[in-house]
Every structure is written in structure tokens, then in C-alpha cells.
């Protein structure tokens, strides 16, 4: 166990990492990995070159390209805000706003890992939520279903849908799982409880993905 992002990345140069794979079924995956506490986070890369290891000020990953390109590439979108501007196209026409948002006019909005990359750092960095638990909790899935895959939107070369089966988040200190499904919006949660803590063979839970839905007459 490790108490802090600090003592793992003085550590952490000693890992290996192998291309063995999980399965004969399945290639080695191309995986990276992102860790966090409740003051750092690094992305962890095993490269040709060697392990990689980067800060995270976003606080967010996507899938390829590696996180160096992703970092350079958000720089891309630096003019961006959520707030109001003024027109600075030219003092000599007067370009009115026609609508909230318009600071934020360039943020990508297809399901390329790159652009979702932007669009959860934007919408995650410029978050407003309360202090409470289930505000955060809140918050942090609307975040998610910014970038979440709609069925239909990305059809793989093998002619299928690329979507986001599901979306998860813990609270640490609690040992609280919560998670909901692509065909099910509820929120559910599994808590890590004592007893589940001391049990001898692990719990499973099937996943609810049958749609909930509170009809009000």
C-alpha cells in the first residue's frame, strides 16, 4: 500500500512491465495508466524508449495517442472560456453574441481520443460543484457523459459501435463504488463495507443495466 503519488513515483521506477498477453485470445493491449491522490496525478506510459512517467495537471486520460501528445496538443485550444468575451475578430465590424457559450466556440466535439481529451479536461477544469458528496458525484458523471460514446456515432472497421458500456467513480475514503451503464442512467452504488473487507471469497454483483425509469402517475 502506498500513502501518497510521491512515495509511488519513487518507486515506480523499478517497475517492469512486459508484452505478455493476457490472453492467447487477445493482442497485448497498448494500455496507460493514470494515478491520483487527493493532491497529485501522474500518467504512467511504458514506451520502446522506456517507462514513462508524466504529471497530470488535467486529471484526465484518453486512449492513444501517448499523453506527451496529448499535453501538446490542447494547447490548440488555450483561447478557450467559459466566459463571456468581446469580439476580437475586428474593431471595425461589430460581431453581437448570439448566445451563451460562444468563449468556448472550437471545442471539439468528435469521439477521436484526442478531442475527448480536451473536452473532459475544459469541462473538468472549469467545474463548479458544491462540497457535499452527492453533488460532487453529480458533477462528475455529467462530466463523463460529455465525452460518452453514443451508439451509432463511431462504427469500428469491423462494422461495430464503439460506445461507452460505462461510467465509474469511487470515493476513497469511504470505499464507495458507483457506476451506472450505457442502458441504464440510475446511478448505482457498491460499498466496501466491513464485511465485505474481511470476507474470504470476493463478491460480484451483476451490473443493472435494465433501464430505471420513476413514473410519477
Known amino acids: 500500500m502506498y500513502s501518497s503519488i510521491k ?30 491522490d487527493n493532491n497529485d496525478c501522474i500518467v504512467i506510459e511504458q514506451m520502446k524508449d522506456g517507462l514513462k512517467v508524466y504529471e497530470n495537471p488535467y486529471g484526465v486520460l484518453a486512449n492513444n495517442p ?6 501538446t496538443n490542447i494547447t490548440n485550444y488555450r483561447n478557450l472560456t467559459p466566459n463571456y468575451v468581446e469580439s476580437r475578430f475586428s474593431d471595425k ?17 468528435d469521439n477521436t ?14 467545474s463548479i460543484s458544491e462540497d457535499d458528496e452527492m453533488s460532487s458525484i453529480t458533477q462528475f458523471f ?18 461495430k459501435c464503439d460506445i461507452t458500456t460505462y461510467s ?39 451490473l443493472k443495466e435494465e433501464q430505471k425509469i420513476k413514473y410519477e402517475n
Not at 465590424?93 to 466535439?109: D, E, H, R, T, W
Not at 442502458?183 to 466496501?192: D, G, L, P, S
Request: aromatic share 10%; charged share 20%; hydrophobic share 30%.
Open 7 to 36: 512515495e509511488i513515483k519513487e518507486l515506480i521506477l523499478n517497475l517492469n512491465i512486459t508484452n505478455i498477453p493476457f490472453s492467447d485470445k487477445y493482442p497485448v493491449s497498448e494500455l496507460h495508466w493514470m494515478i491520483s
Open 66 to 71: 501517448p499523453f506527451h501528445y496529448q499535453t
Open 93 to 109: 465590424v461589430n460581431l453581437g453574441q448570439y448566445g451563451q457559450g460562444m468563449g468556448a466556440i472550437g471545442l471539439p466535439g
Open 113 to 126: 481520443p484526442t478531442s475527448r481529451f480536451v473536452r473532459a479536461a475544459f469541462n473538468k477544469l472549469n
Open 142 to 159: 455529467h462530466i463523463l457523459d460529455s465525452v460518452s460514446m453514443v451508439k451509432g456515432s463511431t462504427i469500428t472497421k469491423e462494422g
Open 168 to 206: 465509474s467513480c469511487i470515493n476513497t475514503n469511504k470505499g464507495i463504488y458507483y457506476y451506472k451503464t450505457y442502458t441504464n442512467n440510475q446511478i448505482t452504488a457498491v460499498k466496501m463495507t466491513e464485511q465485505e473487507k474481511n470476507k474470504k471469497e470476493l463478491s460480484i454483483y451483476d
